[in-house]
């Protein structure tokens, strides 16, 4: 496991300032989106209790609750997207993540501005890249801990173009 020293030495190399707030932060957030939602007359409760949004254009609900009462990814996107929007008042929200996630966070927006979230002149958007593999040729999944580090990616990154130029030079 990095240590947060270790991540703040790569924020610095990168010359990037990060405020970290982890899944848990948003844990307590969640249930008064839900509430805002049912309020809203937005929730549906599907067979087994959980409570989904239905977001035109999509065929899969978003559920902000599961049927056990636990939360998800659905759940946790959306509470974070209120607490950047109101809390942090983002004016510009961009999500970078693989762009399988495309789909979710395309419903996620659309549900923020269904709900009137989005006010004039802020923007949320989502930028997907292309997919994460291993030298196998299989997806990474960051929570079986598999992935490669960013501080070791960077410094191959250096490692190749200081080879690359030291050819040139030659």
């Not at 960013?150 to 030079?169: C, N, Q």
Request: aromatic share 10%; proline share 2%.
């Amino acid at each position: 496991d990095v240590s947060r020293q270790e991540f703040q030495k790569v924020y610095d190399r990168l010359d990037v300032t990060v405020y970290e707030c982890g899944e848990s932060f948003y844990n307590q957030k969640i249930p008064p989106v839900i509430d805002e939602f049912t309020q809203a007359g937005k929730i549906r409760i599907e067979e087994g209790g959980a409570k989904c949004v239905f977001v035109d254009g999509f065929k899969v609900p978003l559920m902000l609750q599961k049927s056990d009462g636990g939360f998800g990814y659905d759940s946790t996107d959306m509470a974070a997207l209120k607490y950047r929007l109101f809390t942090l008042k983002a004016q510009r929200i961009i999500v970078i993540t693989d762009f399988s996630q495309g789909d979710h966070f395309a419903m996620c927006n659309k549900a923020a501005k269904d709900i009137g979230w989005i006010e004039q002149g802020q923007q949320i958007q989502h930028i997907g890249f292309g997919t994460v593999q291993g030298e196998d040729g299989k997806r990474f999944k960051t929570r079986s801990g598999d992935t490669v580090r960013l501080v070791d990616l960077l410094d191959e990154a250096v490692g190749r173009m200081e080879e690359s130029l030291t050819t040139r030079i030659k």
